[in-house]
């Protein structure tokens, strides 16, 4: 069975943007492209503000992704589970849609008996294990971050620990901002294995503004030129949801 | 969307009445027993029997804690979860809020009754834990979040029950929900899709755990960090091969496992007696077999001699015979 792709990008950052458009817009922009924007904010002695909170909250949600934020200890644990939660939330999506299709008047699968929802569930339970997942991994990189780079590190590991458990493939990409030169920049091309990103961290510097929304837009170019890419050669992603449900 | 902590999520009170949408069914709820990443747990009244009711405003969480738990009913004999009473929906305040009732399963974790009750428990709960998570296995699913929390002891008499499912993944599929102290991916140990070795490993940690019951953080991390600590824990000595061997998925059952633990705890009575009686104990216990396979030796050695006379014979006889035609 040939399986379509996710598309999401997770963010990790720990406070607001102050440079460029905004970033909740951008988010939006993503979701429109059928990209999925996850946010975490990741706080260690310092605490995020109102303000920050609430983008980091506008951008997940305009971005059909989900948000949460923690203090670094708890990151690991919290980068998987966001990940996983916002596939289920996709892909539920997705059979949701079909099923208003099947049903019509816009019922969904809460519409449903209970009882007729487990199956429904297993449906979404077995496409998350095998559907294609690529994540782009953006990072900021702004000065404020500098004690959390090692956490962040690790709690990306333990994502590609628990994305490869899955039988489906992955593929993951690692961006941060502000990068050297322009508002974010490119430190891993696509790659199953995220192992190869310990040599990349040490490597980091920290330091200047926090372009978040920039960043986005940019990212979202990454993909659409693998797509067109791809897209040479396979169907679009679409159609097969169509057809496998 | 936001994920908090469900806590003050719901606004449910004591008193409080659950109207089933599909199913009609009327719960009263008493008081909060608990409340996790996917839900807020309430204990309720139905036809004046105590019931747990668990509430999401995730239905597709509640959708998958019930499929497991369906077909933990089909398990044969593993009463590990609890049992699955009822799943509905509530409509209150213009929302829909998914829930599912199950079996109260009342009685303090395995933490706070090990504290209670001695160290001795331990062992005995650690092997009916095993025994039902190997039916579990059989059946084709793996635990996944195996933690003291997760775990309750009824009774009397006292009696090992899971009460949280939610982590609970069929074999080969990516484990759905872990906890890191008891995940072997943190420790380094392994990966996380679910097979058996996961939750034995799981259970080691709970055996570590039962020593060190603030748990501690990774620092070098993997395998000698984990193996200084039980070293250092009297506490733990008599488990000490059992927790390694688990440590690095050598067992393949739990079933394995248990065996192991059973001649361990044996072994470690034997140690604590006088020199003599170590000596003939665990030899008597652990090579129980012996005297029937001596016996067997016996047996055949027999049926050896006895042929061995009749070829003699038979070849002096021959001799006889051949003189005489001669």
Redesign the interface.
């Known amino acids: 069975m040939r399986t379509g792709t996710l598309k999401q990008i997770l963010l990790i950052t720990d406070g607001c943007s102050n440079q460029g458009e905004d970033p909740i817009a951008m988010a939006a922009l993503a979701k429109e492209q059928g990209i999925t924007v996850n946010v975490i904010g990741v706080m260690e002695n310092d605490v995020i503000d109102d303000q920050g909170m609430q983008e980091i ?1 506008g951008m ?2 305009s971005g059909g ?4 934020v923690v203090y670094a200890k708890q990151l ?2 919290t980068v998987q ?2 990940t ?2 916002a596939m ?2 996709t892909l ?1 999506g997705v059979v949701n849609r079909e099923l208003s299709q099947i049903l019509g008047n816009r019922q969904t ?2 519409d449903l ?3 007729k ?2 199956e ?3 449906v ?2 077995e496409l998350g ?1 095998t559907v294609e997942l690529e994540v782009l991994i953006l990072v900021d990189t702004s000065a404020s971050m500098k004690q959390k780079l090692p956490t962040v590190k690790e709690a990306l590991f ?1 994502l590609s ?7 489906g493939q992955n593929r993951f990409s690692l961006f941060v901002f502000p990068g050297k030169k322009n508002d974010v920049e490119k430190m891993l091309d696509w790659t199953p294995k995220l192992e190869s990103l310990t040599s990349i961290f040490s490597k980091l510097t920290t330091g200047g503004t926090t372009p978040t929304g920039p960043a986005i837009r940019e990212a979202l170019t990454y993909f659409k030129k693998k797509k067109s890419l791809r897209s040479l050669l396979s169907r679009d992603d679409d159609e097969f949801y169509e057809e496998s449900i | ?3 908090n902590s469900m806590k003050s999520q719901f606004n449910v009170n004591r008193g409080t009445v659950i109207d089933g949408k ?1 199913h009609q069914n009327r719960y009263l709820i008493e008081k909060e027993l608990g409340y996790g ?1 996917n839900g807020v747990v309430y204990l309720a009244k139905f036809r004046n029997q105590h019931v747990a009711l668990k509430m999401s405003d995730n ?2 969480s509640v ?2 804690e ?2 497991v738990l ?1 077909s933990f009913s089909k398990v044969q004999g593993s009463p590990l979860g609890p049992s699955l009473l009822d ?3 509530w409509k209150t305040q213009g929302k ?1 809020i ?1 829930f ?1 009732v199950m079996e109260y399963i009342q009685g303090p974790d395995l933490l706070s009754f090990i504290k209670q009750k001695g160290d001795s428990w331990t062992a005995v709960l650690i092997l009916q834990l095993l025994s039902d998570l190997d039916k579990l296995h059989k059946a084709g699913w793996v635990f996944g979040d195996l933690k003291p929390e997760n775990l309750i002891v009824t009774g009397p008499p006292p009696k090992i029950r899971c009460i949280d499912v939610g982590g609970t993944t069929i074999q ?5 929900e872990f906890t ?1 102290f008891y995940d072997r ?2 420790w380094g140990l392994g ?4 097979d058996p070795t996961y939750d034995l490993f799981a259970v080691a940690m709970i055996l570590i755990n039962c020593a060190y019951p603030s748990r501690f953080n990774k620092d070098a991390g993997g395998l000698e960090q984990l193996k200084e600590r039980v070293k250092q824990s009297k506490q733990l000595q008599p488990y000490e091969s059992v927790i390694l061997h688990a440590l690095q998925g050598k067992y393949h059952s739990a079933l394995e496992m248990r065996q192991s633990l059973i001649e361990n705890m044996q072994g470690s009575t034997g140690q604590q007696q006088t020199r003599m009686q170590k000596h003939t104990k665990p030899a008597q216990q652990a090579h129980a077999t012996a005297p029937l396979k001596q016996q067997k030796k016996k047996k055949k050695g027999g049926v050896a001699e006895t042929l061995m006379l009749i070829l003699l014979i038979s070849c002096l006889y021959f001799f006889y015979i051949y003189g005489q035609v001669i």
Do not use: C, F, H
């Not at chain 1, 620990?161 to 039988?167: D, F, G, I, Q, Y």
């Open positions: 909250e997940a949600m992704g989900v948000s949460q690991s644990q589970m966001v996983r939660k289920t939330q539920q699968v809460e008996p209970p009882d929802r487990g429904v569930m297993e979404v339970d294990e333990d620990l628990s994305l490869n458990a899955r039988s | 969307m936001m994920m599909w990443a239905g597709i959708t998958s019930v499929n369906k799943v509905d929906d829909v998914s599912y080969g599929r990516a484990i759905k890191e991916g943190y990966s996380r899709k679910a």
